[in-house]
């Protein structure tokens, strides 16, 4: 499947503790990676992925289901490409993908054939969402939306929602910046329609 659309590169220096799955395992190898921690990045890729999740209650308890769809895979491995092609250019020496088969790329001319080599089965990744978004998204039509476009829910009037889920689908960036301005814009809206 050819991948169509766009991705971001962030660099992030997260918890060493959050890292592990990128790690090569525990005990020699663990503390060789770890002797050199202070040498290592982190690159992330942030998509707009196209294939949606649900969070429902059953039985009193959260479930939470997400897929990754072929699609979102193929973009996925073009922004891990180019950040290899990235850290490569920087001066890297070595490359650990995040993946649980314990992945490394040793030098540039391996990236395509290790990167294409990778299959969709989303538990052995290190996906992470930092960004939910899209759980009581905004729009005029009650049957498809929980806001209407001045934040009030459609089902009970003068309850606001200001937040990250309002926004009707994930927006492929950081978000804190949109949910600032989606609470400044609703501030407006409650303003105006109770003075
Ligand atoms: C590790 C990490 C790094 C991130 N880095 C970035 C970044 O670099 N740039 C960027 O733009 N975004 C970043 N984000 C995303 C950004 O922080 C969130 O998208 C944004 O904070 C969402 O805003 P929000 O108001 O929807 O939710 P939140 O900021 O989560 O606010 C929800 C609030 O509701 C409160 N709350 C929850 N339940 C209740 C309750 N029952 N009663 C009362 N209060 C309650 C919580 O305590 C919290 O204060 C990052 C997120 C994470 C987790």
């Given at each position: 499947m050819e991948a169509t659309c766009c991705l971001l590169l962030d660099a992030i220096q997260e918890p060493v503790e959050a890292s592990f799955q990128a790690e090569p395992g525990t005990g020699k190898p663990y503390m060789s990676y770890m002797s050199k921690?202070?040498?290592t990045v982190r690159l992330i890729t942030l998509i707009h992925d196209q294939n949606v999740g649900e969070v429902n209650w059953k039985d009193g308890v959260k479930e939470i289901k997400y897929f990754v769809d072929d699609g979102d895979f193929e973009i996925m491995k073009n922004g891990l490409k180019t950040n290899a092609r990235v850290l490569f250019a920087a001066g890297a020496k070595q490359l650990f993908i995040p993946t649980s088969h314990k992945l490394t790329i040793d030098s540039e001319d391996q990236i395509d054939a290790?990167?294409?080599g990778?299959?969709?089965e989303p538990a052995r990744y290190r996906y992470t969402s930092f960004h939910p978004q899209g759980t009581c998204r905004m729009g005029a039509d009650p049957k498809s939306t929980v806001v209407s476009p001045t934040g009030?829910?459609?089902?009970v009037k003068n309850l606001y929602i200001v937040d990250a889920s309002?926004?009707?689908t994930?927006?492929?960036y950081n978000p804190s910046e949109t949910v600032y301005a989606l609470a400044h814009y609703i501030s407006d809206q409650i303003?105006?329609?109770h003075t």
């Open positions: 921690y202070r040498n290790v990167i294409e990778l299959d969709n009030e829910t459609h089902e309002l926004l009707p994930s927006i492929g303003n105006r329609a």
